[in-house]
């Protein structure tokens, strides 16, 4: 079965080259608007987008992240867990506001953020735009707290580079559905080992002969180079989030 929507899905590539054209205003308006309709925790609404337009903001956002290249992008987006609006909600109706900095509140941000950052790279690949998903930014979240004048019971989570595409990267194959997809409980299926390693083969293949980047890796090197970043990376996540007001013990 095909259509439209389902082709769009199976063609994601993250884009990380773009050409000089801005997003118009109409387009942003679109891409946000796509991401208010997109479904949200108990319709709490729990998250914010923050359009970075300031070319030394966007700057020291390369710095965060360490990739540059987002400052050519047509448009930029951070998407903040956001507890904030709601607490000036309950405030002034004099509730009880204990529940908004529990950790299950952090977490319902966090799954409206997602959920709201996948919205606009849809809508925006349907129009013709790419983009990539930059979790980048929690490279140094005080720093960004800061840049962004975020108020208590706020969190940045995502930035988003999205524009017009100056590339067309190959399609990277997935994981066989069989190592992700299981019935009623989870159970790695018994030829896990060997179909691990056709898909070592495939990821190979892909990095050697791709338009671009090229280099030699299996998807199991990747993991194990994943695991070999410098362990005081974002080491202080824990403590900015609690900064912010949120009791995530």
């Known amino acids: 079965m095909t259509n439209d929507i389902l082709t769009l899905l199976s063609q994601h590539r993250s884009i990380r080259q773009f050409t000089d054209q801005p997003l118009t205003d109409s387009e942003v308006t679109t891409l946000v608007t796509a991401?208010?309709?997109?479904?949200?925790?108990?319709?709490?609404?729990?998250?914010?987008?923050?359009?970075?337009t300031d070319p030394a903001i966007k700057h020291e956002l390369g710095n965060i992240t360490g990739h540059?290249?987002?400052?050519?992008?047509?448009?930029?987006?951070?998407?903040?867990?956001d507890q904030h609006r709601n607490l000036e909600i309950a405030q002034k109706a004099h509730a009880d506001t204990t529940i908004l900095r529990s950790f299950d509140k952090f977490l319902a941000s966090t799954f409206d953020v997602a959920i709201a950052t996948e919205a606009i790279v849809t809508a925006g690949e349907s129009m013709g735009l790419g983009s990539t998903i930059m979790g980048s930014i929690?490279?140094?979240?005080?720093?960004?707290?800061?840049?962004?004048?975020?108020?208590?019971?706020?969190?940045?989570?995502?930035?988003?580079?999205?524009?017009?595409?100056?590339e067309q990267p190959d399609l990277k194959p997935r994981l066989p559905q069989p190592l992700m997809h299981f019935s009623n409980q989870y159970a790695q299926p018994k030829d896990f080992d060997s179909q691990l390693a056709t898909y070592d083969t495939h990821i190979s293949d892909y990095y050697a002969h791709r338009?671009?980047?090229?280099?030699?890796?299996?998807?199991?090197?990747?993991?194990?180079?994943?695991?070999?970043?410098?362990?005081?990376?974002?080491?202080?996540?824990?403590?900015?989030?609690?900064?912010?007001?949120?009791n995530v013990e």
């Open 138 to 166: 929690l490279n140094n979240t005080q720093r960004l707290i800061e840049l962004l004048n975020l108020p208590e019971l706020t969190f940045p989570l995502l930035g988003i580079a999205i524009g017009h595409p100056a």
């Open 35 to 52: 991401a208010q309709h997109a479904a949200t925790s108990t319709f709490a609404q729990q998250y914010s987008i923050i359009s970075i």
């Open 68 to 81: 540059h290249w987002l400052e050519k992008s047509g448009h930029y987006f951070i998407l903040v867990a």
């Open 211 to 246: 338009n671009s980047h090229l280099k030699k890796i299996t998807f199991s090197q990747h993991i194990v180079q994943e695991l070999g970043r410098d362990p005081k990376l974002r080491a202080e996540l824990i403590q900015v989030i609690k900064q912010q007001g949120f």
